[in-house]
């Protein structure tokens, strides 16, 4: 597993999952994580969708974990134009390395509604 946690420091990302290791009663040393620890990582950039695959070219991980989606570029989310080629190169990232990606997407609250 590949992650890069968008929100967190690096040994805070390495506290909670041993943390999750401990509570499953799981060695965490045993693990196969690697942990992504740049301060930035914007996918809407070429130059940091180079680094990123370069990265998992070498790590090879069987998944690739990049959470929350809004803090990895600075488009609109909501406009499938301006998303697309994130998520394009997302894709090619799967197909290339043969892993799976995982993307988290913070949703707002649902508003209510009278109907």
């Keep these: 597993m590949l992650l890069y946690a968008a929100e967190d420091a690096g040994h805070v990302v390495r506290q909670r999952l041993q943390g999750i290791a401990a509570a499953a009663d799981v060695r965490f040393d045993h693990l196969d994580i690697a ?8 996918l809407d950039r070429k130059a940091d969708q180079a680094k990123l695959a370069a990265t998992v070219g070498q790590a090879r991980p069987r998944i690739l974990i990049l959470d929350p989606l809004v803090r990895l570029h600075g488009v609109d989310e909501n406009a499938a134009g301006e998303i697309a080629p994130i998520l394009a190169f997302l894709r090619s990232l799967q ?6 990606v995982l993307v988290v997407h913070h ?8 109907f």
């Design 35 to 42: 942990v992504i620890d740049t301060p930035v990582l914007r």
């Design 95 to 100: 197909r290339r390395f043969e892993t799976a």
């Design 107 to 114: 949703a707002p609250p649902k508003l209510s509604s009278r």
